[in-house]
Structure formats: structure tokens, C-alpha cells
């Protein structure tokens, strides 16, 4: 009776799984940045969705009402969620600025873990672009709409879907290229 030594074979092929594995995923990682897609957004289940329910109290010291999913339905607004401790919300704060002088949209304040008189300092030093100002002191209501940090914008229609969203501050060129045609598609909607 002969036995045969165990074949090596299968410990060889072993040794290159490794190997396969990170060709595999470089391959993925390789297409992902060959695609041509913007790899710094982020997609958000909301789009197309009612905005999350909203009740949130006014900016106490400010004669501004609170932000409700009633002040979102029938104009289309842009829901900014900022903070006064938020150096990026100083750099696109100019633009919002500007964006309040349309008056064919509203500007709605979600104002993050902020303390009222900074928020007051805040609005006070850099202008207030803002028709409603609520303030989410924990947080809860900005993890329900999804937020990953400060800024984040979402620009809601007119029935209080939510059409749009924009993480991080806005540039010029982002609020040109792509917020403005957003809100321009978002008012000739019936």
C-alpha cells in the first residue's frame, strides 16, 4: 500500500488570496476615482422625501418665528443648518446674504448646538439672512434631517419635499453652477 505525500498545491494557492483580494479592490478603488463622479458628495435618502418633522423654537432675542414643517409648505426654502462656532457658516454666510435678497424664496435657520447670544453675535456681526431661525439645542431634529455636520443646506418645495442637498459651505461657484438652477427648477415646478 503506497500513500502519497499531500499535495501543496492548495497551501500555494493560499499564499495569493491576499494578493487577489487587494488587486480587487484596487480595481474598485481605480474605477471609483477614473469614473469622473464627485467622490465629495454625499447622497441623502431625503431627496425627493417630506421633510422630517420640524418643531423648532425661535432664536430667543429675535423677533423671527421658529422653523415648523408648516413655515416650509407652500414657498420654496432653503433650510441652512449653522452654527456660530462654525468657521465654514462665516465663509458662505456672504452668499446666503445674497441669496436673501430673492425674494422668491424664504431662508430658514436651523440653528446646531449653538448657545442664543453667540448665534445673536453671530447674526449681528455678519447680517441676518434668515425669515425663520429654529433652535435645535441638542441636535435630535438635525439627525433627523440627516445632517453630517455644519453647514448643510437642503433646499424644500413648495408641498415641504425636500428637492436638494449641500454639505459644506457654499462657494460662489457652487451656489452659481449648481444651487441656482436648483431653486430656478425648484420655482417653475407646479
Request: proline share 9%; hydrophobic share 40%.
Amino acid at each position: 500500500m503506497s500513500m502519497e505525500a499531500p499535495s501543496k498545491s492548495p497551501r500555494r494557492l493560499m499564499v495569493f488570496v491576499p494578493l487577489a483580494i487587494f488587486l480587487a479592490l484596487a480595481g474598485v478603488f481605480l474605477a471609483q476615482l477614473l469614473s469622473g463622479r464627485d467622490i465629495t458628495a454625499i447622497p441623502s435618502a431625503l431627496i425627493g422625501e417630506p421633510a422630517p418633522p420640524t418643531d423648532l423654537a425661535p432664536l430667543p432675542g429675535m423677533d423671527l418665528p421658529g422653523l415648523t414643517n408648516e413655515s416650509l409648505e407652500g414657498r420654496v426654502t432653503l433650510v441652512n443648518v449653522w452654527a456660530s462656532w462654525c468657521a465654514p457658516c462665516r465663509q458662505e454666510h456672504p452668499i446666503l446674504m445674497e441669496l436673501a435678497r430673492d425674494e422668491r424664496i424664504e431662508i430658514a435657520g436651523l440653528n446646531y448646538k449653538d448657545k442664543p447670544e453667540n448665534a445673536r453675535r453671530f447674526l449681528g456681526e455678519l447680517g441676518n439672512p434668515y425669515d425663520t431661525i429654529g433652535v435645535d439645542e441638542h441636535g435630535r431634529t438635525a439627525i433627523n434631517w440627516g445632517v453630517y455636520g455644519v453647514p448643510e443646506t437642503f433646499l424644500v418645495g413648495r408641498a415641504g419635499t425636500i428637492l436638494y442637498k449641500h454639505v459644506g459651505p457654499f462657494t460662489e461657484r457652487s451656489a452659481r453652477e449648481e444651487l441656482l438652477p436648483e431653486i430656478e427648477k425648484a420655482l417653475s415646478a407646479q
